[in-house]
């Protein structure tokens, strides 16, 4: 499998979980644990139910939920308001 380069990878609508946390410099589980409280929009589709991230409107909600943690709120703080 031949890895994408991240210039290809801004120029598509939707990402795994790996393509989007390489565009946004952090860990693929801290995509995961964003997803799982609810705060990431995802589809999931496939046999194995690979979760697919709009590129631009997740990397927007990342960049929301580290300046609320900046401010110092909490991730049930967080939660309240993005939800």
Do not use: H, V, W
């Amino acid at each position: 499998m031949i890895k994408s380069t991240l210039t290809k990878t801004k120029e598509r609508d939707f990402l795994k979980m790996s393509e989007l946390a390489e565009l946004n410099g952090i860990r693929p589980s801290t995509i995961k644990f964003y997803s799982e409280l609810g705060l990431l929009p995802f589809k999931q589709e496939g046999e194995r139910l690979a979760r697919y991230y709009p590129a631009k409107e997740a990397s927007q909600r990342l960049k929301e939920i580290f300046r609320l943690k900046e401010k110092g709120q909490t991730i049930d703080e967080i939660i309240k308001k993005l939800k």
